[in-house]
């Protein structure tokens, strides 16, 4: 049997054991001490689970390559940017700007941003006034345009790192208004008053329209000319449609109230 075993080994025979009858012979031999029988016996069950391995492998891999082949392919756009909403969204903020030169400084804005190319990122630029009616010597009524809040603008923009740079380099800004160095957007509410009141002439009313009048209630003042020319008073009551302040003058010692245009008095310091 020794022998035979070892010529099977030199042709390979024993490494390819398949029928289980040869397998058993070999055990048998290996049982009654067959030192060759039994390194048979062990070469034969190795090579066996290095076939089931090698077999049970390829099935995995080929497995995994149908599962592959059922997964739809991940299309990746490379190209696409995340889209910043807040980059592009327009909202009305305040701008400080030196006092008696809002416009001028309004039309440099507006150059600027022009010129490098950020209008998509600018509207309208507005310095708030207000129809105020004054009136002439003559007494003639005339209506003008009076700045609301002199020494500020209005810039209805997005905030982003080239506006806020155009801005900040505009001759004459200070900065905007706002907290913790952070501007602040305007209330909508106060946007459309204040719009509102600036509106062109011609849509204006007449209740809109009211008088420049330089006076308050109480204040202490003296004619300049008129029937009571140096006359000194109290400021009772002032009409701004009509222009006409109402003054207490003490008159035989008594308060009495007369109405005068208001450009015939002036203020006493």
């Avoid at 689970?49 to 756009?77: F, I, K, N, W």
């Avoid at 706002?178 to 209740?207: H, N, Y």
């Amino acid at each position: 049997m020794s022998d035979e075993i070892q010529d099977a080994d030199k042709q390979g025979d024993v490494v390819g054991v398949s029928d289980a009858a040869s397998l058993d012979e070999l055990v048998d031999s290996a049982a009654e001490g067959d030192v060759d029988a039994a390194n048979a016996v062990d070469s034969a069950v190795v090579d066996s689970a290095v076939v089931d391995e090698e077999v049970g492998g390829e099935e995995v891999l080929q497995e995994a390559a149908s599962a592959d082949d059922d997964v739809e392919p991940l299309e990746l756009d490379l190209e696409a940017e995340p889209e910043d909403e807040d980059e592009s969204r327009k909202q009305w903020y305040i701008l400080k700007v030196q006092v008696n030169r809002e416009d001028s400084i309004r039309q440099a804005l507006q150059r600027r941003y022009l010129r490098d190319g950020l209008e998509e990122y600018f509207g309208d630029v507005v310095v708030p006034t207000e129809d105020v009616a004054e009136f002439t010597k003559s007494g003639k009524r005339r209506i003008v345009k009076r700045k609301l809040y002199p020494g500020y603008i209005m810039v209805h923009m997005a905030i982003n790192d080239d506006t806020w740079f155009v801005v900040r380099e505009t001759p004459g800004i200070g900065d905007f208004t706002g907290s913790g160095g952070r501007p602040t957007p305007m209330d909508a509410v106060d946007v459309e008053r204040i719009l509102k009141v600036g509106k062109p002439e011609e849509e204006a009313s007449d209740a809109t329209v009211r008088a420049a009048i330089p006076f308050a209630p109480n204040d202490q003042i003296r004619v300049k000319e008129g029937n009571f020319q140096n006359f000194e008073g109290t400021v009772e009551t002032i009409d701004e449609a009509k222009g006409h302040v109402t003054v207490l003058f003490s008159i035989f010692g008594r308060p009495t109230p007369v109405e005068l245009p208001h450009w015939q008095i002036e203020k006493l310091d």
